[in-house]
């Protein structure tokens, strides 16, 4: 079974400051992805990233990065520069081929000014 | 129109109700799914569709009823629903196989009364 915990259940930053989210996993499947979703108060679910297990070089969106390190089963998501509108619930997910992904149960990030 | 849309964005409904929700995807997508999102809890996931064939249930109870008439609509079929059931219903649509990225409607914020 797959599994991914979330241990920050609210992160607090300033404006322009770079904020960690933090992600671990457990699976037994040697191949697999792993995702970062935004979801604002409305409650849409907007994918930011993408991580497959085999990439050897971490995926990088915009101002949003991926930490990767497969040996620790982490995924922590690297958000630069914050800005307010980065204030929303971030969900990671793993998913492997064949089903549909499996959420942690989220952190919630403040930006304040 | 693109993306995926879910009716009625904000439903509420009595236990004794029968009501249906609807998701449509745009995208060319061959799979679908049925998220719950609870306060305070993870996004569980419900049903799976596979080009139109449920190849997962996630030991939902019988009052929720899925129905895939083709690979771009998804309904949930709701009958003698209880309080507990409120939460917001998520559909999401991906490409069949996996491993890739879901791509998730507004939601419908299910109350129960």
């Known amino acids: 079974a797959q599994k991914i915990t979330q241990t920050q259940p609210g992160m607090f930053v300033q404006e322009k400051e770079a904020v960690t989210l933090d992600c671990t996993y457990d699976?037994?499947?040697?191949?697999?992805?792993l995702f970062w979703y935004k979801q604002p108060s409305s409650g849409e679910m907007i994918f930011l990233i993408y991580?497959?297990?085999?990439?050897?070089q971490n995926a990088t969106e915009g101002r949003y990065s991926l930490n990767f390190q497969k040996a620790r089963k982490s995924a922590n998501l690297v958000i630069s520069a914050s800005q307010l509108g980065d204030s929303a619930m971030y969900f990671c997910?793993?998913?492997?081929?064949?089903?549909?992904?499996?959420f942690g149960k989220g952190t919630t990030l403040s930006v304040s000014s | 129109e693109t993306g995926v849309t879910q009716t009625p964005r904000h439903l509420v409904m009595g236990m004794t109700n029968k009501k249906s929700l609807k998701c449509e995807q745009h995208?060319?997508?061959?799979?679908m799914y049925w998220y719950k999102q609870s306060a305070k809890k993870p996004l569980e996931l419900m049903f799976v569709?596979?080009?139109?064939?449920?190849?997962e249930n996630n030991s939902v109870p019988s009052r929720f009823s899925p129905e895939c008439p083709n690979s771009s609509h998804l309904f949930l079929h709701l009958h003698t629903l209880q309080p507990e059931d409120s939460a917001l219903y998520l559909c999401?649509?991906?490409?069949?196989?996996?491993?890739?990225?879901?791509?998730f409607g507004q939601g419908t914020r299910l109350t129960v009364v």
């Open positions: 999401a649509s991906s490409h069949a196989g996996g491993n890739t990225e879901a791509f």
């Open positions: 699976t037994s499947d040697p191949s697999y992805g």
């Open positions: 991580q497959g297990s085999y990439d050897q």
């Open positions: 997910a793993i998913g492997r081929a064949g089903t549909a992904l499996i």
């Open positions: 995208l060319g997508h061959n799979a």
């Open positions: 569709y596979n080009f139109k064939e449920q190849t």
